[in-house]
């Protein structure tokens, strides 16, 4: 159907347009010349009644399919603008933030940098009372060796110089008597 529709406007656009070709080849006076303005205008409105019956619905539908098409571009510009701007208030809050953010990072990381230096200072100062303790115990210890070493030397002095003594001054038959003395005071006891 739509076949045979085109073809009649086609057959109808040749026959308008050979109107058209033999009005301008009997021209003649100036009636003539009124003449042929008339069909020509005539030639002009038949053409585009042809022209708005075949492409009119087509063309409207291309221009309202467009008007159409340039509507949803431009609301999804808006929104895309909208959210471009949403994001870089995003952006400025964020960078707005770094500051802080910067400034309470180093906050943080003095104060656990003042943290682990009281804590090493501690374990240094009890480290030191430890090693004090350690050594004071250790001299009292060498002390004790050096009073009982020079109490045993002296004791051996004393030993040896009680027996020159004793025996530049005991004769022997004092000697046995102590001996015998000290003998029966042993097996007695």
Same mark, same amino acid.
């Given at each position: 159907?739509?076949?045979?529709?085109?073809?009649?406007?086609?057959?109808?656009?040749?026959?308008?347009?050979?109107?058209?070709?033999?009005?301008?080849?009997?021209?003649?006076?100036?009636?003539?010349?009124?003449?042929?303005?008339?069909?020509?205008?005539?030639?002009?409105?038949?053409?585009?009644?042809?022209?708005?019956?075949?492409?009119?619905?087509?063309?409207?539908?291309?221009?309202?399919?467009?008007?159409?098409?340039?509507?949803?571009? =431009?609301?999804?510009?808006?929104?895309?603008? %909208?959210?471009?701007?949403?994001?870089?208030? %995003?952006?400025? &809050?964020?960078? &707005?933030?770094?500051?802080?953010?910067?400034?309470?990072?180093?906050? %943080?990381?003095?104060?656990?940098?003042?943290? =682990?230096?009281?804590?090493?200072?501690?374990?240094?100062?009890?480290?030191?009372?430890?090693?004090?303790?350690?050594?004071?115990?250790?001299?009292?210890?060498?002390?004790?060796?050096?009073?009982?070493?020079?109490?045993?030397?002296? &004791?051996?002095?004393?030993?040896? &110089?009680?027996?020159?003594?004793?025996?530049?001054?005991?004769?022997?038959?004092?000697?046995?008597? =102590?001996?015998?003395?000290?003998?029966?005071?042993?097996?007695?006891?």
């Amino acid at each position: 159907m739509r076949t045979l529709k085109m073809v009649g406007m086609a057959f109808l656009l040749v026959l308008v347009s050979a109107g058209a070709v033999v009005a301008a080849e009997h021209g003649g006076g100036d009636s003539s010349k009124w003449l042929n303005l008339l069909y020509r205008f005539i030639n002009f409105v038949i053409l585009a009644w042809i022209l708005y019956k075949i492409a009119g619905k087509r063309v409207g539908e291309f221009f309202s399919g467009r008007k159409y098409q340039i509507e949803t571009d =431009l609301k999804d510009m808006d929104a895309r603008k %909208d959210e471009a701007a949403k994001k870089l208030s %995003d952006v400025e &809050a964020s960078i &707005a933030n770094l500051e802080a953010e910067k400034a309470r990072i180093l906050a %943080d990381a003095e104060a656990q940098g003042n943290a =682990l230096k009281k804590a090493i200072i501690d374990q240094a100062h009890a480290s030191a009372k430890q090693i004090k303790a350690q050594a004071k115990v250790a001299a009292e210890q060498e002390a004790k060796l050096a009073v009982e070493s020079i109490k045993a030397e002296m &004791a051996e002095k004393i030993v040896e &110089a009680a027996e020159i003594m004793v025996q530049k001054q005991l004769k022997k038959k004092d000697h046995e008597g =102590l001996i015998n003395e000290y003998l029966t005071k042993v097996v007695l006891n």
